[in-house]
């Protein structure tokens, strides 16, 4: 190096030193032909003077762009150095190590003073010293030494400069070295704590899949816990337990939602020892840990998780002062921070603004000078909250936000910290594809590029959840920029990610995939978009019936032992299950609107409605408007029930909708979506054009070939039987339940009328309808069967896998669905339940037909669906409380209907049950109670005398559709 290339680098280090914080980026890139392995070398040099000189501030600010520097320029200066420095300089550190303890205030200087010395190659030159030098010194010294190794791991594990991780992988080598002496048997508690400190160096390894080091992480930490046990090392036991929660909290092999509560077990382990009075500091950073599980916990609700991680940051900053501990305040701080921008309960631009607050406390004391990585850190999550600040203008907060990554970009290299780089870059790519100012094309295209260069880094094999969320970003710029090919192939390679990780979830179980399934339902709305904007109908509708009762069909499947990659349906497969006079309305509901796809036989392609903003949200006010009514003040939801139904139909458009249908078609399949689920659309008022004739009327007046439900397409294709027998199709056997909990008089006459139609008929009465008797019955049926049940039946809204149908030992309805689920057959239940030759279940019990609404799926969770699971091709369900006398009406007559002559489908039945009860007035009531052949004289006479006081003959009791559109039949 020449005097004027030695100026010309000194130079450039006064610039770097004196120039405003933040600028030292755009100063290197000036100057990008004086930055290479010279200049590290300077830099180093000069530090080192600088040091001697007292002049720390300057020295650690060239040491820390050295160390920045050294990631891309190590390689060079390290070719300059032969094996034997290192040797050297090793046995020398070594020894120095030993001699003080290992006293880092002794060993940095050293370190520092030979950075460029300090990376890979020391790592191989440490293990060439075990195996040359180790053997030549007597026992004692070679523990002596080894114990020196184990200190000076420690020490280079927590080096702030020189290459991150090269100082890893010493350390790493170092304790590998340790462990080939320290063996568990001779030297128990030297094993368990290297196995901890290999532990924690394999969780921060930067080199190799980071999966695989956090795997070597956890076995290490769990080998420890074999010598560490609460009673006799305590402290040692809790510090492994914290170290090891946090390894699981990062784990990416396994199941998130699995590893997120191994994490919190072990948090809570940590805290039994670690308590405040005994142990403050480290019950504080239990706390914060416990605090950031729960922000990231995928079970349990959210809103509840959030506020116990803010009461846990809360706690930690009891003694987490700025006074007493600055760095452990600052990073709670930003912990609290994070909660408190995705916190749900109080007002949200409120809890913003205590992030945005909470952020800038970090960065009083996490400056750059200082803590360069945890504030870069810092900034992006300060870009984060900005980018959904409420509070201010939009176009400031999103500016804001893209300074803020781009302050944190300027800090991380790709070397040393490659996912947290990638992480802001994801970010980034996201702001710049909402941003308002600049010109949109320049902003799609910066948005593009971020994306793409996170998923350099964001791969599937590495980090897959990652590699989805920045799929998604680059899916919704590529959209915004209308290049669909990319935004479609971008989704599609999202969905393939998304859907692999649910096929790995084992642990979690139904719940966990429920969870993905809620986290990712927007990828799949947006690739539906995109289908529908590429004018591809029909991968729209299939994407959609991919996302629709998932996990029921996933349990068809693994039940039935059909094949997995069978798990989608084509559009061809959803036309065969029409006939030729048939339809399927299929809703969809997205972040803005909702759109019905509209199959028949002849469909070459689904033709497909959609809906205006504001339908969309007058369809959501309809809905938390009518579901409040139905929980907390249900008279007034029967007083509304028929005014409600009149509006429903015009939100939903139902006249422009069945306007698009074929004039032969005769029966509809309807296939609803979330909350419309709960409504009867078969009792929607539509108009309708035969042979240029317009009919008024309900959709079942409107279609003499039924209407049916099905949660989705494919829940239809698979609850099919394929080629019935004859006794299949028509069966003549009886299983019921009556009246269990003895408080259904009308009941009573409802089952003993149905049961003289059938032989043999099985009925459990009264008080033995138990759950065991029913179980019992059940497993004996051998032969093709119906099943009804009459009964008190009550949908949870608030648990809905703990719905019921009351069986006896219930006093009432109010008894039903107790925690041991002893009186009562619960949803969970009846899944256990084998009814595979049974072709119809009918349910005549209150809100049978009701599903979960609370998630943003389509999954269903509600009988229903555990009778379709169990076998059943077919079942009648309803989604009120209906009447006790109404229903028993009704039930004998669709039966009288069900097994006349020309056995009617199901729908058919129902549907010609449920026009006669809404037409029949007082006389004809009574003249066909006087001539039912199912009806005894005793019960002929119970059900007149309802009638004969103060009805008129012509007044039609059950005109109106609280009293028979309850009833909906699901299936086949």
């Given at each position: 190096m020449d005097d004027r290339q030695l100026e010309a680098y000194l130079n450039l280090m006064r610039s770097l030193l004196n120039c405003p914080s933040g600028e030292e980026a755009q100063i290197l890139e000036a100057n990008s032909e004086l930055v290479d392995a010279g200049l590290v070398q300077v830099m180093l040099e000069e530090a080192n003077n600088l040091r001697i000189d007292n002049n720390l501030d300057d020295a650690n600010s060239l040491m820390t762009l050295a160390g920045h520097l050294m990631g891309t320029y190590g390689n060079a200066m390290v070719e300059k150095a032969s094996p034997s420095t290192y040797l050297t300089f090793l046995t020398e550190v070594l020894q120095v190590t030993a001699d003080s303890k290992g006293d880092r205030n002794v060993i940095y200087p050293l370190l520092r003073d030979n950075l460029n010395l300090v990376n890979d190659n020391l790592a191989v030159a440490l293990q060439n010293w075990v195996r040359e030098t180790l053997p030549k010194l007597d026992e004692k010294k070679q523990i002596y030494m080894i114990r020196a190794i184990g200190s000076f791991s420690n020490a280079i594990q927590e080096f702030s400069l020189g290459s991150r991780a090269s100082n890893l992988e010493i350390a790493i080598a170092g304790y590998e070295v340790a462990l080939t002496v320290f063996n568990r048997q001779e030297y128990t508690k030297e094993w368990a704590?290297?196995?901890?400190?290999?532990?924690?160096?394999?969780?921060?390894?930067?080199?190799?899949?980071?999966?695989?080091?956090?795997?070597?992480?956890?076995?290490?930490?769990?080998?420890?816990?074999?010598?560490?046990?609460?009673?006799?090392?305590?402290?040692?036991?809790?510090?492994?337990?914290?170290?090891?929660?946090?390894?699981?909290?990062?784990?990416?092999?396994?199941?998130?939602?699995?590893?997120?509560?191994?994490?919190?077990?072990?948090?809570?382990?940590?805290?039994?020892?670690?308590?405040?009075?005994?142990?403050?500091?480290?019950?504080?950073a239990a706390q914060n840990n416990l605090g950031m599980a729960y922000s990231n916990r995928i079970r349990g609700e959210k809103v509840d998780n959030l506020e116990r991680a803010i009461a846990a940051y809360r706690k930690a900053?009891?003694?987490?002062?700025?006074?007493?501990?600055?760095?452990?305040?600052?990073?709670?701080?930003?912990?609290?921070?994070?909660?408190?921008?995705?916190?749900?309960?109080?007002?949200?631009?409120?809890?913003?603004?205590?992030?945005?607050?909470?952020?800038?406390?970090?960065?009083?004391?996490?400056?750059?000078?200082?803590?360069?990585?945890?504030?870069?850190?810092?900034?992006?999550?300060?870009?984060?909250?900005?980018?959904?600040?409420?509070?201010?203008?939009?176009?400031?907060?999103?500016?804001?936000?893209?300074?803020?990554?781009?302050?944190?970009?300027?800090?991380?290299?790709?070397e040393l910290l490659p996912f947290e780089l990638a992480q802001t870059q994801n970010n980034l790519g996201a702001v710049y594809t909402n941003r308002i100012r600049g010109e949109k094309a320049d902003n799609l295209e910066m948005a593009i590029s971020a994306c793409q260069a996170a998923l350099s880094v964001r791969t599937r094999e590495e980090v897959p959840i990652n590699h989805a969320e920045t799929l998604y970003n680059l899916g919704l710029a590529y959209q915004d920029n209308s290049q669909l090919p990319e935004a479609y192939k971008s989704f599609q390679t999202a969905i393939e990610t998304v859907e692999s990780m649910r096929s790995e979830i084992i642990i979690g179980g139904e719940a966990d995939r429920q969870k993905l399934a809620e986290e990712w339902n927007k990828l799949y709305q947006q690739m539906v978009k995109v289908c529908l904007e590429m004018e591809n109908k029909t991968a729209a509708l299939e994407f959609i019936e991919r996302t629709k009762t998932r996990n029921l069909v996933e349990l068809f499947h693994n039940a039935r032992s059909l094949p997995q990659n069978l798990q989608r349906i084509s559009f061809e497969e959803i036309r065969s299950l029409l006939g030729e006079d048939e339809a399927i309305l299929e809703w969809y509901i997205t972040f803005n609107g909702f759109k019905v796809f509209i199959i028949t036989h002849d469909s070459t392609q689904p033709d497909v409605w959609q809906s205006s903003d504001a339908d969309w949200e007058a369809l959501i006010d309809f809905a938390i408007e009518y579901i409040d009514d139905y929980i907390y003040q249900n008279d007034n939801w029967e007083k509304q029930l028929e005014i409600r139904l009149g509006k429903l139909a015009k939100i939903l458009h139902i006249d422009e909708i069945i306007s698009r249908l074929p004039e032969n078609c005769q029966r509809l399949i309807l296939v609803p979506f979330r909350y419309l689920h709960l409504l009867p659309l078969h009792a929607l008022t539509s108009r309708r054009l035969k042979q240029n004739i317009e009919e008024t009327g309900c959709l079942l007046d409107l279609f003499p070939g039924g209407v049916r439900y099905t949660p989705s397409c494919q829940l239809l294709q698979l609850s099919q039987r394929v080629n019935p027998t004859g006794e299949e199709s028509s069966p003549t056997r009886l299983f019921a339940i009556q009246n269990p909990t003895e408080d259904l008089d009308f009941t009573d006459i409802e089952v003993e009328a149905i049961a003289k139609s059938f032989n043999p008929a099985e009925v459990l009465i009264r008080e033995k309808a138990t759950k065991a008797a029913l179980q019992q019955q059940i497993e004996g049926l051998q032969n093709p069967y119906i099943a009804h049940f009459a009964c008190h039946g009550s949908f949870n809204f608030t648990n809905p896998r703990k719905s019921a149908l009351i069986l006896a030992g219930a006093k009432s309805a109010t008894d039903n669905v107790n925690s041991d689920g002893i009186t009562d057959l619960t949803l969970e239940e009846i899944f256990n339940l084998r009814l595979s030759k049974c072709s119809l279940v009918t349910l005549s019990a209150c809100e049978t037909g009701l599903t979960d609404i609370r998630d943003s799926t389509d999954e269903y969770i509600g009988l229903p669906s555990g009778f379709l699971y169990a076998g059943v091709t077919s079942i009648i369900s309803t989604l009120w409380a209906v009447n006790d006398v109404s229903t028993a009406i009704l039930m004998i007559r669709f039966y009288e209907l069900f097994l006349s002559e020309t056995r009617p489908p199901v729908a058919i039945a129902l549907r010609e049950s449920q026009l006669w009860l809404r037409s029949l007035t007082v006389k004809a009531l009574l003249e066909w109670v006087e001539g039912s052949k199912l009806l005894s004289s005793e019960h002929k006479g119970v059900i007149k005398k309802e009638y004969k006081r103060g009805y008129k003959q012509d007044y039609q009791p059950y005109e109106k559709p609280l009293y028979w559109a309850a009833f909906c039949a699901t299936g086949q």
């Open positions: 704590a290297t196995q901890n400190n290999w532990a924690t160096a394999y969780r921060y390894r930067i080199k190799g899949k980071k999966a695989e080091n956090l795997e070597m992480a956890i076995s290490a930490y769990q080998a420890s816990l074999e010598v560490y046990n609460c009673e006799e090392f305590r402290f040692e036991w809790a510090k492994a337990q914290n170290n090891l929660g946090s390894a699981y909290l990062d784990r990416i092999t396994g199941e998130k939602p699995h590893n997120i509560e191994m994490a919190i077990a072990a948090y809570r382990e940590a805290l039994k020892v670690h308590t405040r009075e005994a142990f403050p500091k480290d019950w504080a900053l009891k003694v987490h002062t700025r006074k007493a501990f600055p760095k452990d305040w600052a990073t709670t701080q930003n912990n609290l921070a994070n909660a408190y921008s995705n916190r749900i309960r109080g007002e949200k631009v409120d809890n913003l603004e205590r992030a945005i607050a909470a952020y800038r406390k970090a960065l009083k004391v996490h400056t750059r000078e200082e803590f360069p990585f945890v504030w870069a850190l810092i900034q992006n999550n300060f870009g984060a909250v900005y980018t959904n600040r409420i509070r201010g203008e939009k176009a400031d907060n999103l500016d804001m936000a893209i300074s803020a990554f781009q302050a944190a970009l300027a800090v991380y290299t790709h």
